[in-house]
């Protein structure tokens, strides 16, 4: 039977492979990765079949999942070659685009991108999918039924695509949890309540607007009585250039990835 095989051993993989397993996903999964000790820390703790060959492994794909670094992509499909033979493939490798997977395997190869979110490993994770236009119909339903096993997935124009992958990465709510609690406890918080007090103010709060059915203008208003101490602190925190500080580190995202596609 024909596999789901991940190309790419790394923390993306492992994530969709906690997720997978966790939604009770059954179809064979292999994990081709050139370092043997990534292959089996996952078979170890996913129960996945792993392939050393990368040939071997492309040659037992239904759909080919490419999940390595920008840097190396070049490398691995210079290795794979031309495939004679019908194959979807999904791309996450951020910022490379289809015009350029679309040239490397040949045209029997039809590309989707995906960007899928670390956490995707507890089932809550977001995936953006972007298709190539030769994707029929099943393929795209195939992709978008499995990312939908890990958390919600939205279809985006791929023009958007880096945008999207700049704005939603978890680690900006990880990097708030972290400055937030560690400001709490630099001026007296103990850490367990800090990172407990922090944690309710980003995630508790932001659950409440995603569950509701109440404008964020409305609930910031609510949240922040004029002259009051929540007001205080967001004035505050704006005229030290917060704003300015999350408008740059989005930009330097953006011309990250653009560096990417350079790459390959």
């Not at 990368?54 to 794979?80: G, K, M, N, T, Y």
């Not at 190869?109 to 999918?129: D, F, I």
């Not at 990172?195 to 995603?210: E, P, S, T, V």
């Not at 925190?237 to 989005?250: M, T």
């Amino acid at each position: 039977m024909k596999a789901i095989v991940f190309l790419g051993g790394g923390r993306i993989t492992g994530a969709l492979l906690a997720g997978l397993r966790l939604a009770s996903y059954a179809r064979p999964i292999i994990v081709y990765d050139r370092h043997p000790y990534k292959l089996r820390r996952l078979k170890r703790l996913y129960g996945v079949r792993t392939e050393s060959s990368l040939q071997r492994a492309v040659e037992q794909a239904r759909l080919l999942i490419v999940a390595v670094r920008p840097d190396s992509l070049s490398v691995l499909l210079e290795e794979i070659g031309t495939i004679d033979h019908p194959l979807n493939a999904v791309s996450l490798v951020a910022g490379v685009p289809l015009a350029k997977l679309r040239k490397s395997m040949g045209a029997r190869v039809r590309w989707s991108r995906a960007m899928p979110s670390p956490v995707c490993r507890s089932g809550r994770g977001l995936t953006a999918l972007a298709f190539d236009r030769p994707l029929p119909a099943f393929g795209r339903r195939e992709v978008k039924e499995l990312f939908a096993k890990v958390g919600p997935v939205v279809e985006i124009p791929e023009s958007k695509f880096d945008v999207f992958t700049v704005t939603y990465s978890c680690s900006h709510g990880y990097h708030a949890l972290a400055t937030l609690a560690g400001e709490a406890e630099r001026i007296g918080l103990n850490r367990k309540t800090a990172l407990l007090a922090a944690a309710h103010a980003l995630a508790d709060g932001i659950l409440a607007w995603r569950e509701g059915n109440i404008p964020l203008d409305e609930l910031l208003r609510e949240a922040a009585t004029p002259g009051g101490i929540a007001a205080t602190v967001m004035k505050a925190a704006d005229a030290a250039g917060y704003q300015r500080a999350v408008r740059r580190g989005l930009a330097a995202g953006m011309k990250r990835t653009r560096k990417n596609a350079r790459q390959v």
